[in-house]
């Protein structure tokens, strides 16, 4: 499956774009000054991008759906490919549900993820676990995902990737705007299709973050005869 390193490639780039504008920064002079000595996250910040990319990154895949369903197995997938691939991940999910039974075993889990929309009581305890994790972004993959551990990660300066896996419009009207564009930071489009339908309804929307990366598929389950 590609879609683990594509996202994490994602992250990364999102993740050092945002860290050049604070090390390029006035305010980034006293971390530039720390990195020339080598001190611990500085020394880390001011490694050449070849050396960085070999970085380990903290991951929160964050997932308020309850049933079973294709947005669970993608999660699995990319939960056990980023693990693999070296990365921290740490799953949100909605409090009893089959994602959290089936994989609390295999990796952590933070049953967490409910309530309305920006509901203060969730972002609140959802703010003590990101400033608890420290995580380098944060992968949404419901668009509740997006008003409230997306709602937190901003509060908390974490970069959040919504994941996009329906071609549907996205609504035109300002309260769209301020959730896809002012808390959102990168956009992942499971096709072509998707990417195109959200441009198209959302013109605000910046194309150059929004990146398409396709499900993956094991190709393994189909190299032998049955």
């Known amino acids: 499956s590609s879609i683990a390193p594509a996202l994490a490639s994602v992250g990364r780039r999102t993740v050092d ?3 050049s504008r604070v090390l ?3 305010m980034g002079r006293p971390f530039r000054l720390a990195a020339r000595v ?5 020394h ?3 490694m050449p991008p070849e050396w960085r990319a070999l970085y380990a990154m903290r991951i929160v895949l964050s997932n308020s759906s309850y049933k079973w369903g294709g947005v669970h197995q993608i999660t699995e997938h990319l939960a056990s490919g980023l693990t693999v691939k070296g990365h921290e991940v ?3 999910t909605r409090p009893g549900s089959l994602l959290h039974q089936r994989l609390c075993d295999r990796h952590a889990c933070i049953p ?3 309530g309305g929309d920006f509901n203060p009581l969730t972002v609140a305890r959802l703010l003590g676990v990101i400033r608890r994790l420290r995580p380098d972004l944060v992968l949404t993959m419901m668009d509740k995902d997006v008003r409230l551990s997306g709602v937190a990660a901003r509060v908390r300066g974490v970069p959040v990737i919504a994941r996009r896996a329906n071609d549907e419009p996205l609504d035109s009207g300002l309260y769209s705007r301020f959730i896809y564009s002012g808390l959102v930071t990168h956009h992942i489009a499971n096709s072509q299709a998707t990417r195109d339908t959200m441009l198209r309804s959302a ?3 910046n194309p150059g973050r929004i990146t398409v990366i396709h499900n993956g598929i ?3 389950h189909f190299e032998h005869p049955i």
């Open 112 to 114: 967490l993820v409910s």
């Open 17 to 19: 774009r945002l860290r």
């Open 90 to 92: 740490t799953l949100l």
């Open 218 to 220: 094991n190709i393994g």
């Open 38 to 42: 080598g001190q611990g996250t500085c």
């Open 44 to 46: 880390r910040l001011a």
């Open 24 to 26: 390029g920064s006035a």
């Open 203 to 205: 013109r605000w929307l």
